[in-house]
């Protein structure tokens, strides 16, 4: 008789049997007491990397007093939040979700509403770029156009018409009277941390403006000060319409939100759209907890300075080691680490978690760095010397 233990969890994850079992600040331990450095903190989830004591605190006081009321009643945590976020965007008005996906969804419905409350219900199709991630509905695997994530589900949701990244011309050739919006990630994650330039953003901003369309943006990955400013569209200088956002907005808690311009939101009035889950007072409380932190005076500009150094260190590791990296990417603290082709990211990076550090793959090969927004110089060097050895161990295999 077999002794293999059957997971009851579905098969969905390749997952490692390694269990954390609890974390601080930039670590993590698993149930056997190793102690592991978080550089990917959940996908750029843990903001304020683990237990941070201003989460835990916000978290046990809203515990004690009130856990969930549904959407029909004002929920004052949630007022406050959404007030604050405004206070920190472009935005006027925010709609919270349970996750990236929910964020996304109710996006592109903004989007649709948005023109059929302005008496153009054909205008409905979403121009998508390649290489886009944007969660695992129906509707935003057909946004992203992966073939990967739509084989086997049927027929693809309407609606989306995906064009390469970066390129304008075959945007705007995109553009039609059905056009209703532009939406893409202000820097790509899973796609392999691949930043739009910021002048291509621009001239997103000003088709869409042309077009009078929207332009929606899935800062998921990108915002809640990822890349050091509070939302990566602000380094092109422009505003969207509209954003998603969910990740690193609560810290850990499960949570997201859409952040749109009054005049985005027009269409979405009393009845069109809804959540059960969505703005519960447990998120409220962590979500205004993580932006007490992260909007105190310095921190972002503190992201961008370790941001920049962990930028510095890297760049001496793919010119120390030239056989295993092709190079580097990303803002701030969203980096990636591309391998060259016949080192495969999968296997560097289980590679480095053998020697103790965290990473999470990306497309195009790419090792990303996603540290919490708390890591330290030291931490960086820590990384860094933990990448230089793994990856000096793999140049000597090789040769
Ligand atoms: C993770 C992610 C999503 C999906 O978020 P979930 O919370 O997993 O549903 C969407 N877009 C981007 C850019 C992401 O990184």
Redesign the pocket.
């Known amino acids: 008789m077999s002794e293999v233990q059957q997971s009851a969890v579905m098969n969905t994850y390749a997952r490692s049997p390694i269990a954390f079992d609890r974390g601080e600040g930039v670590y993590l331990w698993d149930t056997d007491g190793r102690r592991y450095l978080d550089f990917y903190a959940g996908?750029?989830v843990n903001s304020l990397g683990h237990a941070h004591p201003h989460l835990v605190a916000a978290l046990k006081a809203q515990a004690e007093k009130l856990w969930h009321v549904a959407n029909l009643y004002t929920i004052p945590e949630g007022e406050k939040l959404a007030k604050r976020l405004t206070e920190n965007s472009f935005a006027d008005r925010v709609f919270f979700t349970n996750?990236?996906?929910?964020a996304?969804e109710g996006l592109i419905k903004l989007a649709r509403r948005y023109h059929a409350a302005g008496g153009n219900p054909e205008r409905y199709r979403v121009v998508t770029v390649e290489g886009a991630?944007?969660?695992?509905s129906l509707a935003?695997i057909a946004a992203a156009n992966n073939k990967k994530y739509l084989d086997g589900f049927g027929p693809k949701v309407d609606g989306f018409d995906n064009v390469p990244f970066g390129n304008m011309n075959a945007l705007r050739d995109a553009i039609g009277p059905e056009t209703a919006a532009i939406l893409l990630?202000p820097i790509?994650?899973?796609g392999g941390i691949r930043a739009a330039d910021l002048d291509y953003l621009r001239q997103l901003r000003a088709a869409a403006d042309e077009f009078g369309i929207l332009l929606i943006l899935?800062e998921?990955?990108?915002g809640n000060g990822r890349t050091g400013k509070m939302w990566a569209h602000e380094w092109a200088g422009i505003e969207p319409d509209a954003i998603?956002t969910?990740?690193g907005i609560g810290g850990g808690f499960p949570m997201?939100a859409i952040l749109a311009k009054e005049e985005a939101a027009r269409g979405l009035t009393p009845g069109t759209h809804g959540t059960t889950f969505g703005g519960n007072p447990l998120a409220m409380a962590v979500g205004n907890a993580v932006l007490d932190v992260i909007g105190e005076p310095g921190f972002m500009e503190r992201v961008e300075k370790v941001g920049d150094y962990l930028w510095d260190k890297m760049a001496g590791l793919v010119a120390k080691h030239p056989t295993v990296f092709a190079g580097q990417r990303g803002a701030g603290l969203m980096q990636g680490l591309a391998c060259q082709p016949d080192v495969s990211n999968l296997e560097f990076l289980n590679a480095l978690r053998e020697a103790g550090l965290l990473t999470v793959g990306a497309g195009e090969n790419v090792i990303r760095l996603l540290p919490p927004l708390i890591v330290e110089e030291k931490h960086v060097d820590e990384a860094a010397a933990i990448i230089d050895t793994v990856a000096g161990q793999w140049s000597k295999k090789d040769a």
């Open positions: 996908i750029a996750s990236g996906v929910e996304l991630f944007h969660g695992r935003t990630e790509q994650g899973e899935d998921v990955q990108s998603a969910a990740k997201g």
